[in-house]
């Protein structure tokens, strides 16, 4: 029954359709993996050498098979071969490779998982198993959505993230800084945590953001960051395309970017540290995690911020 009445909950609109509210929706995003290879059962999964750490945990719970494969300076996949049974993990990078994946789903159909976590604006390519990470764009404390045909039936129960929301609130209150250490609780708190259904909480969120206009502001940010950075910055974004961005990825020779930045109280992330103890000092994935800064470029920001990031790395 619906309660009336008593005090307020904290005013969101809470009205809006949310992106993907129509995939399955969990609790985090690998969960959202975890759940997609429940439902494939695969023999082995071939994992890019250039990813986050925690995409290992679902495929070492289900006791997996796995092997890894390495990608080129546009990051594509340089050796695959798959055996029947097999899938592939490929991650759309910063949201940069949606012709790259199309062409991939063509080439290895229900044999392709994408990991969209990067790219939260990406449609889902019919018959493609397809995870997404809502955090990595917004701010919310958690959740997972999964793409998958022929989804396994069972029951989960329902998170909750009422408790886990600190560092959300300290942003309006106090400085990055001084909520950075809930955000890594939280970051923490995600790790091998068992398949639930999206907290409530995290719904509510996701129906309160503004998906349009975070776009907008996206993509007007990540054109001016590469009108002024293309000629230095390694990576060909040209030849690459997307519907909106999660950073600005440059890729430069430049030394002591990373700190002056840091200096001047702008946060760059290292994508990502477990790279770097887990490749070879020569190889391009070891470098790319080294030297490339994903600079923000999200809906909190406008070309007043992006000039400070340019004349900071001038
Ligand atoms: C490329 C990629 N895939 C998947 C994940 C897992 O996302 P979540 O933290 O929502 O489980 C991450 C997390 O950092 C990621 O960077």
Redesign the pocket.
Known sequence: MKEIGGYFNLELTNKGEFLHDDGILLN???NALEFVLLSLRPKRIWLPKY??D??LQPVVHLKLNYCFYSIDKNLEILNVSLDEGDVLLY?NYFGLKDSYTKKLSEKYGHQLII?N??SYYSERIKGIATIY?P?KFFGVPDG?IAYVDNPINKKFKQDKSYDRCRHLLMRYDETASEGYSDFRDNDNY?DNREILLMSELTKALLKSVDYVSAKITRNKNFKYLQNKLSETNCLNIQSMDYVCPMVYPYYTRKNNLRNKLIENKVYVATYWHNVLSENNIETFEFDFADKMLPLSIDQRYDIKDMSRIIKILK
């Open positions: 985090s995003c690998r990813t986050c925690s995409v991650t990991d976590a990067q990470s955090r997972g995600l």
